[in-house]
C-alpha cells in the first residue's frame, strides 16, 4: 500500500486486529479491505507460480492448461481463457481482467463439466472449483 493508504489507516485505527471503524454518526462498522486488484494479481501470480495446498491437496495452473487443450476442439467451455491467462507475458501481467476471468465463476463451471464429462485427467479438480 502507498504512503497515503497507510496514513488514512494510521488515523482511522485500522489495523491486522481491527480492519473495520465506526461510522461517525451511524456507528455502523465500516469494514476496510487493501487493494483488491493488487491482490487479485497476487493469487494469481502465486496460482500460476507455484500453485496452492489446500486440504493437503496440491491446486494449480495444470487443471488450467487441460481445460485449454479441451478448449482447442471445436467444444469451446472456457471461451475467454487463453494461454496468455496463465502463461502472463510482461505488460499483461498488471491487468486485472486477466485475474478475474481465471478465478472466474465462468471458468469454475467448465472444469466441472470437464472433469465430470471428459476425465480432465487432473486428479484435483474438485478442490479447483470450490
Request: proline share 4%; charged share 20%.
Amino acid at each position: 500500500m502507498g504512503p497515503t493508504n497507510v496514513s488514512l489507516w494510521n488515523s482511522l485505527g485500522i489495523s491486522i486486529n481491527k480492519t473495520y471503524f465506526d461510522h461517525p454518526e451511524t456507528k455502523n462498522k465500516i469494514y476496510i479491505f487493501a487493494d483488491v486488484p493488487h491482490l487479485l494479481k497476487l493469487a494469481r501470480n502465486h496460482f500460476v507460480n507455484r500453485g496452492y495446498n489446500y486440504k493437503n491437496k496440491f491446486i494449480g495452473k495444470q487443471v488450467v492448461e487441460k481445460v485449454l487443450n479441451l478448449n482447442k476442439n471445436d467444444l469451446r467451455l472456457a471461451y475467454k481463457i487463453t494461454n496468455n491467462h496463465i502463461n502472463i507475458p510482461g505488460p499483461k501481467k498488471q491487468s486485472v481482467s486477466l485475474e478475474a476471468q481465471l478465478f472466474s465463476n465462468s471458468l469454475a463451471k467448465a472444469i466441472s463439466y470437464c472433469g465430470q464429462n471428459f476425465n480432465l485427467d487432473y486428479n484435483n479438480w474438485q478442490e479447483v472449483i470450490l
